[in-house]
């Protein structure tokens, strides 16, 4: 529909040079055959971004022999089986019964959700206010004013986690966090907090003041104001910062893997370890893969709209 | 874009009628609470030091006296400030965190970057001096991985151009749009882990892997991807490709949207075909955007750690290895944690200052670019 109004358009506005029919034709014909690569590449890349992906939703319903005989199309080459689902306890017939894998499976799955979502909450409520502050009011704390403020924020994101783990490790002893939910809570938030009071930042600049202005005259205090006016309206980019954080942070690894041992282990750490070991079951692997990626994967097909806010603010002026 | 940074309220909002009896008591609780605090920290480092009987069982109680300073010095703030110190609140927190949690770790990381100490010895930390700096310097390992992180640095102008392509695509005349970016961007919503584990290990396996079946039929015979240096090194390039390209293709593609229309369709008018009107109108209109791109990425890819640390450990023969994946073995399998450390603080600056030369860099040239 809008392409056929580009187009109408687009011809709209080339009234006045005269082209022979011949030469109608021959740029219809350029213009099919350049949609027709356009479509191609598209669904070319649409492939290699989703394939892996398939690829490992089948194999987690595969047994030995289609692996080894590379069978692709589940019901036409090879009748899917459970057996994948069945070792971590997840398919239809063991999944009323114990099963020690799933228990291990449910705990991290919940410490992965509890840590992302608790770090992303707080990096989102530390991040906006700050951002709020820094855009709206001039800090002055003994040489520093909002510039240098903003870049300490931001410079964090420079900060590669190899530099922190090891003292992080000394310190979390000391203070006896280590292999706690809320130690990587902690971490996390350190981790996202850049990214968040950067998007924050660009939300908060897009606010006009006069909404503020005539709060504050109307007999807001700076925190009311803050609270009934720019909070409701900022809530997209709030989202948008949210989901951001729980993507990044469920998806975190280096940490994980060094600050816990049993209790706060998160998904990837139980997804590498069983990498690690030699002879893997193709099809335990797969399924185990599947669950780690799938909520995620559901976050990105129905709320896209606000990781692609998210990435984008600030980067365009 | 707008420039709304002083907010006007200063004029609306009398600050200075704080009565000086409030303005003491601020003062008083923000000198307590220091005091307090100190008292706290001095009452265990004795005890943790071994000049007193009694403490605490570790260092916990510290962490709560710190988060009460916080408080107290907040309130004080509001005390005597008034509604300056209201305004105060909102950096506040962020400030008191970052800083406790950055600061803390950096100056221990500083010391122990200068001991001898590794888990696995029964001698403990000891002061050893510039030894692990020394040991550094001779480590052919790490300077062999700083080199792959140059060309995995390299590799994001690769990942640049593709993502612009894949920009250009989905900004065209197209229809099912959504649908092509969501699917475009999905790789990015995958954790490197699993990622590792569904491209490195499976897709790409030897024996079975469809990507190996494939390289067979194109008439690769021996399709090993990760067993000679350079040919594992692509492997771990196109992996971190795959994960990344999306970032940078929403960035680029947020930039195509952003740009004037009219200066597109005055370009058609002209009647510049395809090629022309992308090298002269768009690619110099796009290049802040693809500034900001392109250093993002690096900063991320500076990072590179959890598919190589997954697929390859770094090898074959260190030709994967990833600094942080070196870091990471020292830990994790020699528990070399004075020497890791080292290392980590030594890349940590060098990439300070890299990522520092390049944001002047880039500015400058942008300047000159757009005078």
């Keep these: 529909m809008a392409s056929t109004m580009k187009a109408q358009s687009g011809m709209a506005t080339r009234p006045y040079t005269y082209r022979e029919p011949q030469s109608e034709l021959a740029s219809n014909t350029k213009r099919i055959a350049g949609k027709v690569a356009i479509y191609t590449l598209l669904i070319l890349w649409t492939f290699i971004a989703l394939f892996p992906i398939y690829w490992t939703i089948t194999t987690s319903f595969k047994v030995a022999v289609d692996v080894t005989q590379g069978h692709m199309i589940p019901w036409v080459d090879y009748t899917p089986d459970w057996r994948g689902w069945r070792s971590i306890g997840l398919s239809p017939d063991t999944i009323f019964s114990t099963s020690t894998v799933r228990e291990e499976f449910m705990k991290r799955f919940l410490n992965s959700a509890i840590m992302a979502i608790g770090a992303s909450l707080l990096a989102v409520i530390l991040g906006s206010l700050a951002a709020y502050g820094l855009v709206r009011f001039d800090y002055k704390f003994a040489i520093w004013r909002n510039r240098d403020i903003s870049f300490f924020f931001l410079s964090q994101l420079i900060l590669p986690p190899v530099v922190l783990a090891m003292p992080f490790l000394v310190l979390y002893k000391e203070l006896a966090l280590l292999d706690t939910r809320i130690g990587l809570i902690v971490v996390y938030t350190l981790m996202v907090l850049p990214i968040v009071i950067w998007i924050m930042r660009d939300q908060f600049r897009g606010i006009p003041v006069e909404l503020e202005q005539a709060a504050l005259v109307d007999g807001c205090s700076t925190w009311g104001a803050f609270m009934r006016i720019v909070l409701p309206i900022s809530l997209p980019g709030m989202v948008a910062a949210f989901i951001l954080s729980v993507v990044l942070c469920w998806n975190e690894y280096f940490f994980a893997a060094l600050l816990t041992s049993t209790n706060a282990n998160t998904l990837p750490v139980m997804v590498a370890s069983q990498t690690g070991s030699q002879g893997i079951n193709w099809w335990s692997m797969a399924a185990l893969s599947t669950a780690a990626i799938a909520p995620l994967a559901i976050v990105g097909i129905f709320l896209e709209r606000y990781i692609v806010k998210g990435l984008t603010a600030g980067a365009v002026k | ?371």
Aim: glycine share 8%; aromatic share 16%.
């Design chain 2, 1 to 371: 874009m707008q420039t709304s940074q002083i907010a006007a309220p200063q004029d609306l909002i009398a600050t200075h009628d704080i009565p000086p009896a409030r303005r003491s008591a601020g003062k008083w609780l923000i000198t307590l609470a220091t005091l307090a605090l100190a008292a706290i920290v001095l009452y265990q480092g004795l005890y943790a030091a071994g000049q007193t009987e009694t403490g605490f069982a570790n260092w916990r109680p510290v962490l709560y006296a710190y988060l009460a300073w916080g408080v107290a010095l907040g309130w004080g703030q509001v005390l005597m400030r008034g509604e300056g110190g209201k305004r105060a609140l909102f950096v506040l927190p962020a400030i008191l965190f970052t800083v406790a949690v950055v600061i803390f770790p950096t100056v221990a990381g500083l010391y122990i970057a200068f001991t001898d100490w590794n888990l696995a010895s029964f001698d403990g930390r000891s002061f050893n001096g510039l030894a692990n700096f020394w040991a550094l310097m001779h480590d052919s390992y790490f300077w062999n991985a700083l080199r792959n992180m140059g060309y995995y640095v390299l590799a994001v102008l690769v990942q640049y151009a593709i993502a612009f392509g894949l920009a250009l695509l989905l900004n065209a005349e197209i229809r099912a749009r959504k649908f092509f970016r969501v699917a475009f961007l999905m790789p990015f919503m995958l954790s490197p882990v699993a990622v590792g584990w569904m491209v490195g290990k499976s897709l790409m396996e030897y024996r079975f892997g469809p990507a190996a079946t494939l390289a067979r039929h194109l008439g690769w015979e021996n399709p090993a991807f990760f067993a000679s240096p350079w040919i594992a090194r692509f492997s771990i390039m196109a992996m971190d490709a795959w994960v990344w390209i999306p970032f940078v293709m929403i960035l680029l593609l947020a930039g195509l949207q952003a740009l004037p229309k009219e200066i597109l369709e005055a370009a058609k008018v002209d009647g510049a075909n395809g090629w022309r009107s992308f090298w002269q109108i768009i690619f110099p209109l796009m290049l802040p955007v693809s500034i900001t791109a392109i250093i993002i990425r690096i900063i991320f890819q500076l990072k590179l750690a959890d598919i190589v640390i997954t697929v390859t450990s770094g090898g074959p023969g260190g030709s994967t290895d990833t600094v942080s994946s070196f870091i990471f073995r020292e830990y994790r399998d020699r528990s070399n944690v004075g020497y890791g450390t080292m290392v980590a603080e030594f890349y940590f600056i060098l990439i300070a200052l890299f990522v520092a030369l390049l944001l002047w860099g880039s500015s400058r040239w942008m300047k000159r670019v757009t005078g």
